[in-house]
């Protein structure tokens, strides 16, 4: 052998059982992808049902899902962008039809103006495109750096720096009505 262990040289026995296979990627995943929908839902129960619905359609088609843990991982973290990236489209549709404006946010108290503050980034996040929310998050939120954001959604460094400029930038437009200097 090359002096590899034995271990990174043969494959890991994949289970022949898609049922299996399909456990496999729950155990080895589900914590990651939560987190990550958990980011980009607006609650916990959202984020459960992203993670769900990225794992049946891994279940749909098992074989569509690449071998190794990375390739794993990247599939399933496209899967998981691209629902909330059409549940954003079908919000935004929603959205257009609706003629109620944002809420004034006339907090008192600090849990008041935390909670308020919190709706206003949610918001504020929501108004992004999907991709360019996705790429906000995983950087500023999970700590990711700019190459694993680049593997996991499958585009380049230079577009993933781009998407979070651009999302930087639309973050800021959109807060700064709201953002006041304190008397």
């Given at each position: 052998?090359?002096g ?17 296979r ?37 279940a ?10 990375a ?7 496209r ?6 990236r ?8 929603r ?16 849990h ?8 206003l ?8 495109p ?5 790429v906000?998050?995983m ?5 990711l ?8 959604v ?14 930087r930038?639309?973050?800021a ?8 200097e304190?008397r």
């Open positions: 052998m090359n590899a262990p034995m271990a990174t040289v043969l494959p890991a026995a994949l289970p022949d059982d898609p049922a299996d399909l456990a496999a990627l729950f155990d080895a995943h589900y914590d990651r992808l939560y987190r990550l929908a958990r980011r980009l839902a607006a609650d916990a129960d959202a984020a459960r049902d992203l993670v769900q619905d990225t794992f049946l359609r891994a749909r088609a098992p074989q569509s899902v690449p071998q190794g843990h390739s794993e991982e990247a599939w399933l973290v899967v998981l962008i691209n629902i909330r059409d549940e954003w489209r079908r919000a935004a549709v959205r257009r039809y609706d003629e109620a404006a944002w809420p004034p946010l006339g907090a008192v108290g600090d008041e103006a935390a909670t308020a503050a919190r709706e980034v949610w918001r504020a996040l929501d108004a992004l999907p991709r360019r929310r996705a906000v998050v950087h500023e939120i999970e700590g750096t700019i190459a694993a954001i680049a593997s996991l499958g585009i380049s460094a230079v577009t993933v720096r781009w998407h979070l400029a651009a999302g930038r639309d973050l437009r959109v807060l700064a009505p709201h953002m006041e304190p």
